[in-house]
């Protein structure tokens, strides 16, 4: 596995797991209901991070988690850098600024969670930030992961990506799109009620965490740093000695 | 500058900036006396951490700090990779793991800090801190000591490695320091001048390599 995988499958592992075992504390220690929240709605992702102990799994996890996005988002560069036109694109390394101040807003965003912002109605201030940044980090995140999926498309051939997996992107990324827009509305016209809310949070974090690993399969041969292409470049000529 | 050169430098003031801003903070709100704490031992890093708001930047910074910090670790390996004629030993090809494990322990430790003093687990948060500490002393020792080995075989391995060796004795001298006062059950304020050095020696370990890291790139993109 080369480190740009390991990366890809770090950055939906670990939210995963953290926001799973998180959920599992909250549950146990009655804080949230036991439901099936990407289609009830009983919770709230920051909700299942707000209570002892689960906050302390909850901001270890997300917040390495940021970091690490910081160093997919990287990797992207080098990728879609690593072959191409001769001349450099400016606008990927926007679209990859723009993603790591989202990454950096998902940090501050996390940083402030915990049992104190209990009761909300005394810490009004802290949930309006916590959300602001929330909602910052997802909309961000999901224009950067359209912007990229338009350019591997102009780069499929040059970079020999398979159409089914630009389409998995493209699907991941419309699907982000048509949920802010929803929770736009849903806000707008007083729909938030029923869990609606509840439930779209939980679908963008999933479709974003998802497209993370997409670039799984893409960078298979795709070496991130220079000692990795040596090892690579050594195993092959074992390879061709031996044969 | 260069993608490791960043790495180095980052792993120092993302850390260290966090540990001053919130000191800063707490002497600004009154829950810190206003002192040097590396002389009077007035607070310890930890108790910078624990009051809202500091705590928030305080996670945030030293959270995201521990990632980086495993990152420096692959830098150092594959930098060592570059630059020795010879495949280094065990240790120092699993320092990247050591290195992942001695973070962790970092931000296990930092993510159980909760205002309420008393119901935030001490034991769980000593243990980490300690183990942190203990493991990043022990690979910083292990690679110098590497260091030294191939500049006797006249490689060129930057200008840091008398720091470097200033720095891992000055640790080793700081944690022999802890252990007799931890056995003479001395003050806190001697504890807490120690563990203000030796989290700036750890720092200032990985700040060391960004000189030797000038013609270093990482990735072919750098």
Redesign the interface.
């Known amino acids: 596995m080369t480190m740009p995988q390991r990366i890809a499958l770090l950055a939906v592992a670990l939210p995963f797991l953290s926001i799973g075992i998180s959920y599992g504390l909250s549950v146990a220690g009655g804080h949230v209901p036991l439901c099936i929240p990407w289609f009830e709605g009983c919770s709230t992702i920051t909700a299942t991070g707000v209570y002892y102990p689960a906050a302390y799994v909850f901001r270890a996890g997300l917040i390495s988690t940021a970091v690490i996005a910081i160093i997919w988002w990287y990797c992207v560069r080098a990728w879609l850098e690593s072959v191409g036109e001769p001349h450099p694109h400016p606008w990927i390394h926007r679209l990859v600024a723009f993603a790591i101040a989202a990454s950096i807003l998902l940090v501050a965003s996390i940083s402030v969670l915990g049992e104190h912002m209990v009761p909300s109605s005394e810490h009004r201030w802290l949930w309006r930030f916590h959300t602001i940044t929330a909602v910052l980090f997802f909309l961000t995140t999901a224009v950067c992961q359209i912007l990229m999926t338009v350019r591997m498309r102009q780069l499929q051939q040059t970079l020999n990506i398979r159409f089914r997996r630009i389409t998995s992107k493209q699907i991941l990324a419309a699907l982000q799109l048509l949920l802010i827009l929803a929770l736009v509305v849903a806000v707008s016209f007083g729909l938030d009620k029923d869990g609606v809310i509840e439930v779209i949070e939980w679908w963008l974090a999933t479709l974003s965490s998802l497209y993370f690993a997409t670039t799984y399969y893409d960078w298979q041969d795709f070496r991130l740093t220079r000692h990795e292409q040596r090892l690579a470049q050594n195993v092959s000529a074992h390879g061709e000695a031996n044969v | 500058m260069t993608l490791p050169q960043r790495i180095a430098r980052t792993s120092f003031w993302l850390s260290h900036g966090t540990f001053w801003l919130t000191l800063l903070l707490g002497m600004y709100l009154g829950t810190t006396d206003i002192c040097v704490p590396y002389l009077t031992g007035c607070t310890s890093i930890t108790a910078t951490g624990i009051p ?1 708001p500091q ?3 305080f ?2 910074g030293l ?2 700090a ?3 910090f495993a ?1 420096w670790w ?1 830098c150092m ?2 930098w060592l ?2 630059i020795a004629p010879q495949r280094p030993i065990w240790t120092v090809r699993y320092m990247v793991s050591a290195g992942i494990i001695s973070s962790v322990c970092l ?2 430790a ?3 800090l ?3 003093k008393d ?1 935030l ?1 001490w034991t769980v948060h000593t243990v980490f801190a300690a183990l942190f500490f203990l493991i990043s002393l022990a690979v910083q020792t292990r690679v110098t000591y590497w260091l030294k080995y191939l500049q006797k075989r006249g490689v060129d391995i930057g200008s840091s490695l008398r720091q470097k060796f200033i720095l891992v004795y000055a640790q080793w001298f700081f944690l022999l320091v802890m252990v007799v006062l931890q056995l003479t059950d001395a003050g806190d304020a001697w504890k807490n001048i120690v563990e203000w050095w030796m989290a700036l020696l750890i720092g200032l370990y990985y700040l060391s390599s960004a000189q030797d890291w000038r013609y270093f ?5 750098d």
Do not use: K, M
């Open positions: 809202d705590a928030y930047i996670r945030g959270i995201s521990c990632v980086l990152v692959y390996q594959a990779f570059e931000i296990i930092t993510a159980v909760r205002p309420d119901a687990p790139r990482l990735t072919e993109t």
